[in-house]
């Protein structure tokens, strides 16, 4: 489900120049900075006081013995369900705000006439930071396309923006700390590049949709009055409802399949099917998540369940990587601009990307 993970953004008005009042400007920024504290400080507060709520609504209220299945997954999901809201609420709300600096057609502007081992590397990191979904990736590739940007450096670009998304570095920095998070997006980025790069040096422009090279290019860039911070805190707003809104019941989901296998799955089991010394099991987890349906926010937490039972990080990651990356719906959409052997050749090279994170990663760590 990567659709949920598309952003509101800020679309100034061109030729419009930013209405400011000079007097007035310093008291506003100082009620914002104040107000901003206060919320960080209440949610702060909120987020300390999760794990004995949920202690004391799992043993306390419900009375669930201690140390047996049922509870441990009760309890798994009482605290995991407003722990990962509240990290996506404040994420959400941040990647807002940084995406209202990078808008689709500044992507563009950056990319169209880069040399394509530049553009590689740049469409690789502006994918991280640019708004992106599923439903947005026919007319983002015909934007690029149609910008004069190459094959290879729009297919990083493909690759890089739903797999490396801030809300999923996040989250993973939130629940795992800062080596995985820069070990995900580390490798992710790798992937994105060296997929691109590959693409392009194949030459397949005669296996996009001809009708797709026929559309005149449109303009890009233009005079706009540049956002300012209260319509950044409002982008950041928007993103919040728009993404929290459509996203929260597929967390949920996710928390309660990583709550069964907390509770019921026996330690160290994970370790038989995804560990290390299973030379398929590499193979097996990028082909379980293909079909799967899901975004970082609702894959994370079965992440963090499997990691927990005894699961290899090169295999999880793997795992996570086919979800988010080689999304099925996704190549139902890309179809419409795509032929089928062009489809194919992206998902044999990503997929050859991340099989050989996961091996080097069981490998190395």
């Known amino acids: 489900m990567n659709e949920p993970l598309s952003l509101p953004v800020y679309s100034p008005v061109p030729g419009k120049a930013a209405e400011t009042n000079a007097p007035t400007a310093a008291p506003h920024r100082a009620r914002l900075v104040g107000s901003g504290i206060v919320l960080l400080a209440l949610w702060y507060a909120v987020y300390r006081g999760i794990a004995p709520l949920a202690d004391f609504l799992t043993y306390g209220v419900l009375r669930l013995a201690r140390e047996t299945p049922f509870a441990s997954a009760i309890s798994f999901f009482l605290y995991e369900v407003p722990k990962v809201l509240l990290l996506l609420l404040l994420i959400v709300f941040g990647v807002g705000i940084v995406r209202s600096f990078f808008t689709p057609e500044k992507t563009r502007q950056i990319l169209a006439g880069k040399r394509?081992?530049?553009?590689?590397?740049?469409?690789?990191?502006?994918?991280?930071?640019?708004?992106?979904?599923?439903?947005?990736?026919?007319?983002?590739?015909?934007?690029?396309?149609?910008?004069?940007?190459?094959?290879?450096v729009t297919f990083s670009f493909l690759v890089s923006a739903p797999m490396v998304n801030e809300v999923a570095l996040a989250l993973l920095f939130g629940l795992f700390g800062w080596k995985v998070a820069a070990l995900y997006a580390g490798t992710g980025l790798l992937v994105a590049l060296v997929a691109g790069w590959v693409i392009g040096r194949l030459k397949l422009e005669r296996w996009v949709e001809p009708w797709v090279y026929a559309i005149p290019a449109g303009e890009v860039g233009g005079d706009f009055a540049p956002p300012t911070w209260v319509d950044r805190i409002g982008a950041g707003k928007a993103a919040v409802k728009e993404i929290v809104g459509k996203v929260w019941p597929?967390?949920?989901?996710?928390?309660?399949?990583?709550?069964?296998?907390?509770?019921?799955?026996?330690?160290?089991?994970?370790?038989?099917?995804?560990?290390?010394?299973?030379?398929?099991?590499?193979?097996?987890?990028?082909?379980?998540?293909?079909?799967?349906?899901?975004?970082?926010?609702?894959?994370?937490?079965?992440?963090?369940?499997?990691?927990?039972?005894?699961?290899?990080?090169?295999?999880?990651?793997a795992f996570m990587m086919s979800v988010i990356g080689l999304s099925l719906p996704e190549f139902v959409i890309l179809r419409k601009v795509l032929r089928p052997a062009l489809i194919a050749v992206f998902a044999g090279v990503v997929g050859t990307g991340i099989l050989i994170v996961g091996y080097v990663f069981n490998f190395v760590l």
């Open 116 to 152: 394509e081992s530049l553009g590689n590397v740049l469409a690789s990191l502006l994918g991280v930071v640019t708004p992106f979904c599923s439903c947005s990736a026919v007319p983002m590739f015909i934007g690029f396309v149609t910008a004069g940007v190459p094959l290879g």
């Open 250 to 317: 597929y967390v949920v989901a996710g928390i309660a399949v990583g709550a069964g296998i907390h509770g019921w799955v026996p330690a160290n089991f994970m370790a038989g099917i995804m560990g290390k010394q299973a030379w398929w099991s590499v193979p097996l987890a990028v082909l379980i998540g293909i079909p799967m349906y899901s975004n970082a926010a609702g894959i994370v937490p079965v992440v963090q369940a499997l990691l927990g039972k005894g699961a290899a990080l090169g295999t999880v990651l």
